[in-house]
């Protein structure tokens, strides 16, 4: 689901007071003399495709998935007819004897065979398919997790956005205060308690200032592991594109979890695969009808010869 771009969130970097360390940070809603970076900021959808196609941890369980699959290939082809091809060519050259003659043969032959019944094989095929099947569901899981993990990263980044404006906002208020309270004791009018009490506030904001981009910092790296991308903006999402959908009932909700769960769609699969375990060795005791066909042809030629060895060719 795509969320439209409001207002962008930049990541730049800003020069602060000298008192301060420089520092990258996010600002919401950033415009410079009028010009917007809605164009630029990537929303939750751009943000999960690029992580669906850097992601290692989807990548090694699609390659998973794609072998077990090929595998399946594999345990077939012991069901498919058989052909062999053979040759031979063999050459005599010895001394005159009583005949006075020298030979060379050349044969060849080919076999065709085709199981017919052996259980074992077709055990083997049933478990490599139930084993792509289970494949398959983790890599299933493994997208699931990969739109958590990538949603949960994105909207952690936008609240730590959030509450690092809001820290900044109430510094800046508090202070004004201090200011005003120092000003007010400067002329008599407060006690200096009232100005080590707005100056413990102004420390605390501080504080919290310090830890909310903390907070912001390790929430983006988190977000750049997932994607493998660096992100100059993120768009802010528009809760004028929500709706709420009427809630079904618990029963109606089970159901669904009964048949789309993959963990437990996964633990049925293993399960089966288990049982097919038990078949196929079971079906090695049972026995075997398989069909061969083969045909041959040989040519020999004589000659006068003086040499006596052979040599042959296969």
């Known amino acids: 689901m795509a969320y439209p771009a409001a207002h962008p969130t930049a990541i730049c970097c800003n020069k602060r007071n000298a008192n301060e360390k420089n520092c990258s940070h996010f600002f919401i809603g950033l415009s410079l003399g009028g010009f917007s970076f809605a164009s630029q900021a990537e929303d939750l959808l751009q943000v999960y495709q690029q992580a669906r196609l850097s992601n290692p941890d989807l990548r090694s369980a ?36 009583s005949s006075g003659l020298h030979s060379n043969t050349t044969s060849g032959s080919l076999q065709l065979t085709q199981t017919i019944f052996d259980m074992s094989k077709w055990r083997a095929l049933t478990l490599q398919e139930k084993a792509a099947g289970i494949q398959d569901v983790t890599y299933q899981v493994a997208q699931q997790d990969l739109i958590l993990n990538t949603a949960t990263a994105y909207f ?9 404006s809001y820290t900044e906002a109430q510094k800046q208020s508090i202070y004004r205060e201090l200011d005003q309270t120092t000003q007010r004791f400067n002329v008599g009018l407060v006690a200096i308690t009232d100005v080590q009490n707005a100056r413990a506030q102004y420390d605390s904001v501080l504080a919290n200032e310090v830890t909310a981009r903390n907070n912001l910092d390790n929430n983006v790296e988190t977000l750049r592991q997932i994607t493998g991308m660096d992100y100059m903006s993120l768009a802010s999402l528009s809760i004028d594109r929500f709706r709420t959908d009427k809630p079904e009932p618990v029963s109606a909700l089970l159901k669904q979890a009964e048949s789309r769960n993959l963990s437990l769609l996964s633990a049925r699969l293993n399960q089966d695969l288990a049982r097919e375990q038990i078949r196929s060795a079971e079906a090695g005791h049972m026995p075997t009808l398989g069909l061969t066909a083969s045909t041959g042809m040989s040519n020999s030629k004589y000659g006068g010869s003086r040499a006596n060895q052979s040599q042959g060719v296969y």
């Not at 062999?84 to 050259?93: E, F, P, S």
């Not at 952690?156 to 509450?163: E, G, P, Q, R």
Request: hydrophobic share 35%.
């Open 62 to 97: 699609a390659a998973d998935r794609d072998s077990a699959f090929e595998k399946i290939n594999e345990a077939r082809s012991p069901l498919l007819p058989q052909l062999g091809l053979g040759a031979d060519y063999t050459y005599n050259n010895g001394y005159r004897d």
């Open 156 to 164: 952690n980044v936008l609240k730590a956005i959030d509450t690092l």
